[in-house]
Each structure stands twice: as C-alpha cells, then as structure tokens.
C-alpha cells in the first residue's frame, strides 16, 4: 500500500511563530515515518514552504502540494502545529477543506469560535458552564476605567482577546496602573478582555477525539513562580506543573466532565487543552486551546507520558481517524 503524505503546518503569523515551530518539530519526529511520508512546512506570512535536506521547496497552493526534484507530492493530510493565525482562528481550516485535505484540528468554525476568547465564553455560558465573565474593550473606543473596575474589582487581569500563549497579559492590582495594561495589551490585538481575578488553584486538562474514541488526559495542576502563568511561566520553567494535579476524586471528575462537555458543545476534533480554575469546590473555565503546545515540555506531552501513552501511537489515531 502506498504511504500517504502528511504535512506537518507550523509557524504562522502571530507571536505564536516561534513556539509553532518548536510544536512543529516535535510533532514532525513523533508522526510515524513507517506509516507515512512526513514533510515539514513553514508559513512565513505569504510564503509556504517545505524543509527538504536543507532546501525550501514553496508549496503550490493551486492544490496544496510541492514538485521537489521533478516529482510532484500531493499532500494527503495536514498536522497542523500553528498557534494563533492562521492555524487557530480557522483561515488554515478554511483553505485545507477547500483543497478537500482532511487535518488533524476541529473546524474552521469551531476554531474561529474559540480563537475569539470573548465569544467562545458567552456561547459556552448559554450551555451552563461556568466561565468567566469578561468586559471587552475596543482599540480607539472610550473606555471609563472607574465603571470596568467597579464591576471587576483589583486585582484583576487584562489580556488580549485574541492571543494565546499569554502574550501582552497583564495583572493589574491598581487601578493608576489600568490604563498602560490596558494600552499593552492593545499592542496584541484590537480586542481586549478585562476579567476579574479568579484566586483560585489553576488546572488544565487535555483531551483528544479519534473517530469515536475519545480519551482525557490526567490533570495538569500549575502552580506559577510568578505572579501568573505568563509567557515566562509557560516556557522559561517559571511553574510548577503537578501532573496528575492534587486535586480530590470529585473535584478531577468535574473537571475531566466539563471538559469534556465543552469538547462536545463545541464540536471539537483532534487534541484539546481547556484551562481553568477551582476555587472552592466551584470549576470555572478559563478558555479553549485548539491547538495546544506540542513541544516536549508542553502539557499535552507530559500528560501521554504521565499515563504511559504513546505519543506517536495518538498522531497515528488522529490522523487515520481523519483518512477514513
């Protein structure tokens, strides 16, 4: 049987770009060489291109393939690796159904949906869960800081509406200190969220669906160094990540529900990491990654490895899930 073509997406246009690539590296060693043709590409803003022995072969995106030395490869799958745009807000999904190549994340849809923290929150809201509850701010808009404040309190957290990885996140405990978290994170993105701080134990949980397989991963509790989970927290070794996470049999099965019931009200495919906090014995969502970290620290590796689950084994389910 003829091995199929799967491309591995990462980088993208985000600030995302350089964690995408090390996913993309990751997942690219861990995707079965014996099952199937494996190839890198990188997006750089318009450019596609795939890493060949040194060499960058750009990608014809008349039909989503590549001729490398006078042969053409048709690709038949996408792993997609990008964190932010275009991978997480569904232009990549957009553009790979229109090609008719299936690929390993949830919708164009459900990606946009999520991608857009604001929105995603609200939707899930009218299911009955427990999210938080954010004020949006628009850039050039007025705001009156003295009203958001009343309604959220100190501290409190502004962040971009529309980021991942906490980039331009901001934990503000004064309220003279408002305004410039409010002016940074506008420098991520148009759209920024003000939220009430939640003291609480932070947790996350993964979760993945293979055709009509779906297994959550053990809980991930963090405990940061710092005074968030920030960028830092994230990949500079700033946290304490306890895996699975100290937390009671009922409080990890009402974890472990609602995310999985955020998965199914979403309409979620391939792996998923939702966020969260418990604060007493309440479960409060904090967002939905679709396209979690994959280098070989992030959680979702560490979290296959703490159940003695085979990474490669999962890529190989999600991707012949998708080829059938």
Known sequence: MCKKNVAVIAGGNSAEAGISLKSGEFVYANIDG?????????IEGREWKVEIEGNNIPVDLNDFSINYKGEKVNFDFAYITIHGIPGENGMLQGYLDMMGI???TS?????????DKFTCNNYLRSFGINTTNPIM???????????????VGLPCFIKPNSEGSSFGVSKVKRAEDFEQAVNE???????????????GTEFTCGLYRAGEKKVIFPIAEIVPKKEFFDYEAKY??????IIPGRFSDEITENIQNMASDVYDILRCDGIVRIDGFVKGGEVIMLEVNTTPGMTPNSFIPQMARAMNADIKQIFTEIIEAKLR
């Open 34 to 42: 014996d099952k199937y043709n494996k190839y890198l590409m990188i």
């Open 137 to 151: 701010l628009h850039k050039d808009e007025h705001y009156y800081a003295e009203g958001i404040l009343s309604v």
């Open 102 to 104: 299936p690929y390993s």
């Open 107 to 115: 919708s164009l849809l459900c990606e946009a949906m999520t991608f």
């Open 236 to 241: 500079q070794n700033m946290s304490d990540e």
């Open 185 to 199: 994170a506008f420098t991520k993105s148009k759209e920024i969220l003000v939220e009430t701080f939640i003291d």
